[in-house]
């Protein structure tokens, strides 16, 4: 039985923001098809009383003086953007 | 003969007695890349220029007290993915093909201050994603013992040109295997330090909770000091920790006496080439015979450490890569009316298939009404295979296993089913999961394609792993042993 619908993967496609072609769609569902067949082992597991792992260092939140410290010079920070105009990254327009 | 035949400790020597020069040593490096790149393919861009000037002026410095570090003017490396001020930087992805960074990533920053020389950036898996550098968007890396068959990844170009000669050594990256695969595929020693000993800044992100920057090199001594040079805590890294940097190099005292050695069943079984086991089995001997005692153990849930490798790695890359958006660097689409086609469209353009089937993944499993079953499952049994490490340290100075399943496979032959490549890393990847150090060092060959045997240590004790690399190394000829190109 399929675990993923090709609907579903143009959801998640969507979610990733890729625009994806039918074929591709058709494949990614074949291949995350499998991994998330393979993935299902865990549930041999019994996990119930564990808890989860996001970080392996005994690590607390890591704080430091609030010091203001001079940003990054407009022209570094432009220098790579595809786009911009009077110092500021152009993008298509986002309002009607 | 070739300069970079010495290890660094002998280098330094040289120049110390001004019987070599900085300069020699950078055009020794691009001699070597001019002869024999063009079939391994290890770099994706060069740095001559700067190399060259830089080399100059360190040479005025020759003799005196300036010139004293070990690393001054040894000719580096540096995989594509940790960012160097204005040098291009790609993660071999076409959609950072045309970035030159406005930083140095804080290792980058260290070697300036040891004074080496950048000779230019090394290709990889796109995004550090894949294990044999098939991946990379650019070009395709090939083993130098045997340019039919890849060099591991995703640190591909890393280790290839240690193993070719280009550098003495190199950087690389490793979230679940990425140094260490490449370094037992090509016959050179990698070492991916402890979670947090190294810090991560200007390293772009794939997992952010497993990545981990490490040396490269052709002996264990060389490996030490390069770590010793890129360690510790770093401000603008609140995952480095604040624990002592000890001296690695001192660690290498060739004794292992009464040391004691796990060697986990799971590591020699199903899946595990014969001569891979046979190989690891005579390296026990050999380390035996030095002293050390070793017994079989048990991961039980090493066989779990795949999924949940894949669902975390991918989970944390599709968030992390979500700022490839084609707005403030990188590629951007040319078919785009509206912001929403534009980011869509510049993602599809802009990556490969394995880093949009990654994406796709971790989205998925990040995603409503998945998140308990797929993601958060997948963080409660890596708590599970941690703890499946703590276990066997409490008894245990450090585990020893192959690095790999097999030798170096051909090009092509894994690239169909994404699971089939996967299956590469299964020794790897618990590392990672654990979050210990673990090193690759030279323990024999297969058909004339090297094998690698792994030490894993427990966290923040790359002195032992160095200790026992470094005693079997001297007591073994597989170090000196080269390709023919």
């Given at each position: 039985m399929s675990r993923i619908s090709t609907d579903q993967v143009k959801h998640v496609a969507n979610l990733a923001r890729l625009s994806i072609t039918e074929d591709e769609a058709q494949n990614f569902t074949k291949h995350l098809d499998a991994i998330i067949t393979f993935a299902e082992?865990?549930?041999?597991?019994?996990?119930?009383n564990v808890e989860p792992t996001s970080h392996v260092l005994d690590m607390k939140n890591v704080m430091r003086e609030d010091v203001p410290k001079e940003g990054l010079p407009r022209e570094d920070v432009l220098k790579n953007a595809p786009d911009h105009v009077d110092g500021q990254i152009r993008v298509p327009s986002i309002i009607e | 003969m070739s300069l970079f035949d010495h290890k660094l400790s002998d280098l330094h020597e040289l120049l110390h007695k001004k019987e070599v020069k900085v300069s020699d040593l950078v055009e020794e490096s691009y001699k070597r890349i001019g002869q024999v790149d063009s079939q391994v393919q290890a770099f994706l861009t060069l740095d001559e220029e700067k190399a060259r000037s830089t080399a100059k002026k360190l040479d005025e410095k020759l003799g005196t007290d300036e010139s004293k570090g070990l690393l001054f003017g040894m000719p580096i490396g540096i995989k594509d993915n940790i960012v160097t001020r204005d040098l291009r930087t790609t993660c071999a992805s076409k959609i950072l093909e045309n970035f030159d960074p406005i930083y140095d990533a804080t290792v980058v920053q260290k070697l300036q201050q040891a004074e080496t020389i950048t000779i230019g950036k090394l290709n990889m898996d796109e995004f550090a994603?894949?294990?044999?550098?098939?991946?990379?968007g650019f070009k395709k890396t090939k083993n130098p013992w045997n340019l039919d068959t890849v060099p591991g990844g995703s640190s591909g170009g890393s280790a290839a040109a240690v193993a070719a000669g280009e550098v003495p050594f190199s950087l690389g990256s490793d979230t679940g295997g990425s140094i260490r695969q490449p370094a037992s595929f090509c016959g050179v020693v990698g070492l991916k330090p402890t979670y947090g000993r190294v810090s991560r800044f200007g390293l772009v992100a794939f997992a952010s909770s497993l990545d981990q920057i490490g040396p490269v090199t052709r002996t264990v001594e060389d490996n030490a000091y390069l770590l010793q040079a890129i360690s510790g805590l770093d401000p603008m890294d609140s995952t480095s920790a604040n624990v002592e940097v000890p001296n690695f190099v001192q660690a290498l005292t060739g004794d292992v006496k009464g040391l004691k050695i796990a060697v986990p069943k799971e590591y020699l079984g199903e899946g595990v080439n014969e001569e891979v086991k046979q190989s690891v089995l005579a390296s026990l001997k050999v380390l035996e015979s030095l002293g050390a005692t070793w017994e079989e153990v048990s991961l039980p849930h090493s066989k779990y450490a795949l999924a949940t490798y894949y669902l975390l790695s991918s989970s944390e890359a599709s968030a992390n890569l979500a700022r490839f958006d084609g707005v403030r660097y990188g590629y951007r689409t040319p078919n785009a009316d509206n912001l929403m086609d534009l980011y869509k469209n510049t993602r599809a353009e802009g990556f490969g298939d394995e880093v949009k089937r990654r994406i796709m993944l971790g989205t998925f499993a990040l995603s409503s009404g998945y998140y308990d079953a797929y993601y958060k499952k997948a963080q409660k049994v890596r708590t599970l295979i941690k703890k499946d490490f703590e276990d066997v340290f409490e008894k245990y100075d450090v585990i020893v296993g192959p690095t790999t399943p097999t030798p170096a496979f051909k090009i092509g032959e894994k690239t169909s089913d994404p699971l089939t490549m996967y299956m590469n890393d299964i020794l790897t990847i618990p590392v990672n999961l654990a979050g210990v150090p673990g090193i690759s060092v030279p323990c024999g060959l297969s058909n004339g394609l090297p094998l690698g045997l792994q030490i894993i240590g427990k966290h923040f004790d790359e002195s032992t792993v160095y200790r026992v690399a470094h005693a079997f190394e001297q007591a073994t000829d597989f170090h000196k042993q080269k390709p023919q190109l």
């Open positions: 082992q865990l549930n041999e597991l019994d996990t119930d | 994603m894949g294990s044999s550098t098939e991946n990379s």
